[in-house]
């Protein structure tokens, strides 16, 4: 066998190497974006759920007249959220319940 055949024999069997080692990366990084797609689209329901958690308290906690105070027998000083926003609100006695 000549040399110029072996050296073509050589460059052909690293051509096909670099090709399966291409082949399988590109498998690989198809897997990842989906692994990681599905990483985030959890990421993000988990977030609705806690806006969802804390919406739901918050109108719990306004429902029951209870406005961040330590313990739910005395009510705090703190106005409901729909208070809160809205610049006419003034506290009309101890209680800091709207008037």
Not at 15 to 43: I, K, N, Y
Not at 80 to 98: F, K
Request: positive net charge; hydrophobic residues 40%; contains cysteine.
């Amino acid at each position: 066998m000549k040399i110029g055949a072996k050296l073509l024999g050589f460059v052909a069997a690293c051509s096909l190497t670099t090709l399966v080692v291409a082949g399988v990366s590109v498998a690989t990084l198809q897997r990842f974006e989906q692994a990681l797609t599905r990483v985030e689209d959890a990421s993000v329901r988990s977030l609705d759920a806690a806006n969802f958690n804390r919406l739901a308290a918050e109108v719990t906690m306004d429902s029951r007249g209870v406005y961040a105070s330590a313990d739910r027998t005395e009510p705090g000083n703190t106005p409901p959220a729909s208070a809160r926003v809205s610049p006419q609100w003034m506290p009309s006695g101890p209680t800091g319940r709207p008037g």
